[in-house]
């Protein structure tokens, strides 16, 4: 997935977790927006980014969709 690590088993980013919590979602509400992940990898997932923050930032960064592509009416 773009070189950055992965939810083992699935084809989701370990970003994709980390970027729903940064949205104040708990870790019982990231698993009814990505219902294929259990509630045990979503707290593997927050756990693994608490050990490798640095990286998964960088690629929550270079993932970051540009703000002059984001429609106005999104915040």
Not at 21 to 39: A, C, F, G, N
Not at 42 to 58: G, K, M, T
Request: net charge negative; proline share 8%.
């Amino acid at each position: 997935m773009g070189g950055g690590p992965i939810i083992k088993g699935t084809r989701t980013p370990v970003r994709a977790v980390v970027e729903n919590r940064r949205l104040d979602l708990s870790p019982e509400e990231i698993v009814i927006h990505l219902p294929h992940l259990t509630l045990a990898q979503v707290f593997d997932a927050l756990s693994y980014y608490s050990d490798h923050q640095e990286e998964i930032d960088a690629f929550i960064e270079e993932n970051k969709i540009p703000q002059n592509r984001v429609h106005p009416s999104v915040k």
